[in-house]
């Protein structure tokens, strides 16, 4: 890992703001903050980075890069090209996610961090008041300080499991290679995305989930991905109670009420949990559970010196919202902007499984609860009625918009190939409650992906541009002059 080590530092340190974990939200506050002139220390125990670049969203979406290669000479001949059983080189595969990280780290390192100011230092931090953390033999009171400690896996109590060697996305890029038979625990956006990216590397992958995968998302998109890692070849026991494991010669042994299942290695996904032990939370006054560090709109613990932010706040597990959060701590710590505050009418969020799966604002599910039946309403446009699509082989899928009552945009739900960056124009549509005339009337570049957004916006002036008194003003206005 390209990183420099920190100096070593001992005795009481000044600061304006102290941050505490260098993942994805502690860093965007250190480096935002010190870039605007605050005096900034960041400290961190582990890998500078976080979970994101060390290992969550960039191993996993490299893995899954090389997993779509080699699902593309799989399914080469649709284009009459001859199809081909992939030759996966696990060494040069490894060394091409470790690769991936190794370029994204320099944006994340100590000596980036220290070249903007920041006092970098690599201990494991804990309060030993309410302005006061302490670091190794350092002592560092702030004016503001923000708890970004994240999360770790969260292991459920299966009998058996702590007699097994387990993998969990802490540790399975390491492994990689070596998997036969991959039995992922939980159909989260961690299981399935890493259970596709096996399956077409050419291991064997069975998903065991004990309600229905992705249960965050919209159940007809879901429907989409289910049907695709299914005829890929991933063995799906949804519904699935697993009762217990053990280890065997060959690997792992996994029980469920109607089965056994064997494979050569486990993989627990079954959520997260916030990271709080160790920190010393009650010495600062700080109000935590077991979902996380207790905050309010503005991020505020019940110290009011101390914000928390990102994964270990409990709330949307994502960069994007560690990064988000992170503007709403630096608006109030540098600026007085003590009216900042969380909105999350339009959060936006993918899962990276071909094909993806992208949501922004509310589903289907959440309108009816909140305006009740037929008081919202739903537009689609399938990507099979996209040119650009049919010419790619790329036709499942779909974008479902949800409008409210006035026709103002809610929420957007988007399923097929590119997702994930269709999605953007839906996110100001949805933070805007912007109504379809804005994106119909859009000139969109044929054939793309994203005359899909537009045809899905224009379908809602269909029923009236088409009608017989659009019919009946047309023959009017043709009888006149010119
Ligand atoms: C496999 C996987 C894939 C993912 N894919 C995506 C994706 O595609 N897109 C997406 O948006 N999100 C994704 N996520 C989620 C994303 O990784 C997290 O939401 C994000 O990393 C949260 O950032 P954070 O700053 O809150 O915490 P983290 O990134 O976990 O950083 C917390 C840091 O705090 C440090 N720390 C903890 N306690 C202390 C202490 N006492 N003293 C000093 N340091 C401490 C830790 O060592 C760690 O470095 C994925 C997660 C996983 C696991
Ligand atoms: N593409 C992305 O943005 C991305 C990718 C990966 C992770 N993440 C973030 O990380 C978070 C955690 O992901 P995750 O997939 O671990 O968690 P999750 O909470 O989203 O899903 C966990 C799944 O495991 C199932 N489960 C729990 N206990 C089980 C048991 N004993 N047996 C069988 N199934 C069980 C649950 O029913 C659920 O479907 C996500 O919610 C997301 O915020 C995001």
New binding site residues.
């Given amino acids: 890992m390209a990183e420099t080590r920190a100096e070593k530092t001992t005795g009481i340190l000044e600061t304006d703001i102290c941050v505490?974990?260098?993942?994805?939200?502690?860093l965007s506050v250190a480096a935002g903050a010190s870039q605007m002139g605050a005096r900034v220390v960041l400290?961190?125990?582990?890998?500078m980075?976080?979970?994101?670049l060390n290992?969550?969203?960039v191993p996993?979406?490299a893995l899954l890069a090389a997993a779509h290669a080699a699902q593309a000479q799989r399914d080469a001949a649709k284009f009459g090209i001859a199809a081909l059983e992939p030759q996966v080189d696990w060494i040069a595969l490894h060394a091409h996610v470790k690769g991936v990280i190794e370029e994204i780290a320099p944006m994340d390192s100590i000596a980036r961090f220290e070249g903007l100011g920041v006092t970098v230092l690599r201990?494991?931090?804990?309060f030993t008041g309410p302005s006061e953390v302490q670091?190794g033999e350092t002592v560092i009171r702030a004016k503001y300080f923000v708890i970004?400690?994240?999360?770790r896996p969260a292991v459920p109590p299966i009998s058996g499991l702590d007699a097994v060697p387990y993998l969990t996305?802490e540790t399975i890029f390491d492994v990689m290679g070596s998997i036969g038979h991959l039995i992922v625990v939980g159909g989260g956006?961690?299981g399935m995305?890493?259970a596709q990216a096996h399956r077409r590397l050419g291991v064997q992958v069975t998903v065991i989930e004990q309600a229905s995968i992705l249960p965050k998302d919209d159940p007809e998109a879901v429907a989409v991905v289910r049907d695709r890692v299914i005829a890929e070849g991933i063995d799906l026991r949804e519904g699935a109670a697993l009762t217990s494991v053990a280890a065997t010669a060959a690997g792992v042994e996994a029980t469920l009420s109607d089965g056994i299942v064997t494979g050569t290695h486990i993989l627990i996904a079954t959520g997260?949990q916030p990271?709080t032990e160790?920190?010393d939370l009650e010495a600062a006054g700080v109000a935590f559970d077991r979902t996380g560090v207790t905050v309010d709109k503005h991020l505020r613990t019940a110290n009011r010196r101390i914000f928390a932010?990102?994964?270990?706040t409990g709330g949307y597990?994502?960069?994007?919202?560690?990064g988000y959060d992170a503007g709403i701590v630096i608006r109030q710590a540098l600026f007085k902007m003590f009216w900042a505050k969380v909105d999350h009418k339009a959060v936006p969020?993918?899962t990276?499984t071909d094909p993806e799966l992208a949501q922004v604002g509310m589903t289907e599910a959440e309108a009816a609860k909140r305006y009740g039946p037929g008081k919202f309403q739903i537009l689609r446009w399938g990507f099979a009625e996209n040119d650009r699509a049919r010419a790619d082989r790329q036709i499942d899928g779909f974008v479902k918009v949800i409008l409210d009552g006035k026709g103002r945009t809610v929420g957007a739900t988007l399923v097929g190939a590119h997702a994930g960056e269709l999605l953007l124009p839906w996110s100001q549509a949805v933070q805007e409650g912007r109504k379809m005339s804005a994106l119909a009337g859009l000139i969109a570049p044929y054939p793309t992906y994203s005359e899909i957004t537009k045809r899905v916006a224009g379908s809602a002036f269909i029923p009236k541009l088409f009608s017989e008194r659009t019919r009946k003003l047309v023959r009017f206005l043709l009888r006149w002059g010119r």
Avoid at 20 to 26: L, M, Q
Avoid at 123 to 126: Q, V, W
Avoid at 148 to 151: C, L, R, V, Y
Avoid at 309 to 312: A, S
């Fill in positions: 505490i974990g260098a993942g994805s939200g502690g400290i961190e125990r582990a890998a980075g976080g979970d994101c290992v969550g969203c996993s979406k201990e494991t931090a804990k670091a970004a400690t994240g999360s996305n956006p961690i995305e890493l997260r990271v160790g920190l932010i990102g994964d270990v597990q994502f960069t994007h919202m560690a969020w993918v990276y």
